[in-house]
């Protein structure tokens, strides 16, 4: 069986994000992506690390 390659770190297969004051959006496909609401910031979740990791690993903002 063929192994398969790991997509490099940066802007693996075309992934992408952007975000706005209520929403961070992060597609691989303009038909597959996730909307993460920064309210979850209220229950702990660490919206500027997500925000540092996406620009780490999948490139700038688009």
């Known amino acids: 069986m063929p192994r ?3 997509p490099s770190s940066s802007n ?3 992934a992408a994000w952007r975000q ?6 992060i ?3 303009p ?3 996730h909307i ?3 309210s979850i910031a209220r229950e702990g979740f660490d919206i500027p690390l997500l925000v540092q990791r996406l620009a780490e690993h999948v490139g700038p903002e688009r």
């Open 12 to 14: 693996a297969a075309g």
């Open 27 to 29: 597609y691989r496909v």
């Open 31 to 33: 038909i597959l992506f």
């Open 36 to 38: 993460v609401p920064k």
């Open 4 to 6: 398969r390659r790991r």
């Open 20 to 25: 706005n004051d209520q929403f961070i959006l």
